[in-house]
């Protein structure tokens, strides 16, 4: 369950970012890009944030999750292709191994949208 | 009236981590030590692969351990009797080392010996195929271990920590007769995603294979070396 530990991360930062600003805005929703090639599981993810945020100033704050394909690029081939988890890595066409990873590999926080009262 | 906003902050999710293995990889170069990260699903053959390695170079390098793999002080009395430090890291629960848990292995490790004295600092993980391999410690190598036991599938079915790999050793390979494993299609899933791993499938019951591995330490330890004693003569 380091999903546990991500997420405690995840608090963490966010709290310094909410700190730093002078107006303590009402955070509405957290953006995540989680690559398939991690091995974070974002249902895991959800349920780590739900429990950690509970009675602190991200209490029902929505976490939403992009997750980003596994993308390699062959460079024999010249082409991108997708890799398929659990089965085969090496490219369909060429059998090359995948050594060029162009995305999957992302655990991110992309940004946080918040309310402020004018 | 609410207005809302927007607030890129493009930081990775292990940044904290991150940082933390820099550090710990800036106290091992600045005394001239070697790091390996070595993980493995639970039993595959790590503690007895130190046994082995530390009795074999033990004359030639100063050698210490930080010890994550354990549920009691069991794996670390085993290898003390080699004569080597021992830092006994209480990772309680935890599934994973983290740079943090290793920091303070590091911090022991200066209060209690002279770390420049010091060649190479094995790090035993936590058995585990999924965790790990997202948590560096600050290592300058990963080395994973996959016994013939798991079967063939678990390069493609767990494959971070063997993309990620700079070593991979197939171990327990005298059991291979008695199973219908083969060695050659481990090494080929693995480098379908990591064409540029080192290989050496070994036994560290009948000593198959130690030699290309102890070497292949021998070399990183080596190459290392040399990288940092560039680094400070052009400072």
Known sequence: MHETDMTKALILTVKDWWESQPERPQISCIRLTVGEFTCVEPVSLQFAFEVQSRNTFLQGVRLAIDEIPLIAFCDRCQEEYRPEIGLRYACPQCESPMENIRSGRELKIEKIEYAVGV | ?235
Not at chain 2, 127 to 143: D, I, Q, S
């Open chain 2, 1 to 235: 009236m609410h207005q809302t906003f927007e607030a890129g902050l493009g930081i990775n999710l292990l940044h904290a981590n991150q940082a933390g293995a820099d550090h710990n990889r800036a106290h091992f170069d600045e005394w001239g030590i070697t790091c390996l990260n070595i993980m493995s699903s639970p039993g595959a053959g790590k503690t007895v692969l130190l046994e082995k390695t530390i009795a074999a170079l033990n004359d030639e390098l100063k050698i210490a351990v930080i010890e994550g793999d354990m549920t009691t002080e069991l794996d670390a009395e085993r290898l003390r009797q080699y004569g080597v430090p021992v830092i006994a890291i209480n990772t309680g629960r935890s599934c994973h080392l983290d740079s943090k848990m290793v920091a303070g292995g590091i911090h022991q490790l200066e209060g209690q010996y002279e770390p420049k004295e010091f060649d190479l600092v094995l790090v035993e993980n936590v058995g585990n195929l999924v965790c790990p391999a997202e948590f560096e410690v600050g290592e300058h190598f990963k080395v994973a271990l996959l016994s013939v036991t798991e079967g063939e599938d678990k390069p493609l079915k767990y494959p971070i920590m063997f993309q990620e790999a700079d070593c991979l050793l197939i171990t327990k390979i005298d059991l291979a007769p008695y199973l219908d494993i083969d060695i050659d299609r481990i090494a080929g899933n693995v480098r379908q995603m990591n064409p540029h791993v080192a290989i050496a499938p070994v036994s560290a019951k009948t000593g198959e294979g130690l030699d290309i591995w102890f070497d292949w330490v021998r070399q990183v330890v080596n190459r290392q070396q040399r990288s940092l004693a560039l680094a400070s003569v052009s400072k």
